[in-house]
Nanobody, 124 residues
Framework: QVQLVQSGGGLVQAGGSLRLSCTAS????????MGWFRQAPGKEREFVAT????????NYLNSVKGRFAISRDNAKNTVYLQMNSLKPEDTAIYYC?????????????????WGQGTQVTVSS
């Protein structure tokens, strides 16, 4: 059973930065794209960013392009989400996810394992 353990998050003022981490209980340098999703109160979970198995491909939600950066360290079985220039509308619970595909996709259906979620709150 794969476990994804998240860390990071918290409360930050608008314009600030946070970094989320997600460590897998299994080796991630094989065939697994990784992704980050978020869910705001009363809204559906949405795609934020994805990275291919070797880090060669990334994709982002339009509203976070240029502000967020996804990266991975397969030697540490860890994926990161660096969030800069945060806005109040970025407030949500953020989830990391592991896909069985090599390339990252934007659909939740392409991800099989999920982290426990971490709260990110951006105050205005």
């Amino acid at each position: 059973q794969v476990q994804l353990v998240q860390s990071g998050g918290g409360l930050v003022q608008a314009g600030g930065s946070l970094r989320l981490s997600c460590t897998a209980s299994v080796r991630t340098g094989g065939n697994n794209a990784m992704g980050w999703f978020r869910q705001a109160p009363g809204k559906e979970r949405e795609f934020v960013a994805t990275i291919s198995w070797n880090g060669g491909y990334t994709n982002y939600l339009n509203s976070v392009k240029g502000r967020f950066a996804i990266s991975r360290d397969n030697a540490k079985n860890t994926v990161y989400l660096q969030m800069n220039s945060l806005k109040p509308e970025d407030t949500a619970i953020y989830y990391c996810a592991m896909s069985r595909t090599l390339r990252g996709y934007i659909s939740l259906r392409d991800y099989d394992y999920w982290g426990q979620g971490t709260q990110v709150t951006v105050s205005s």
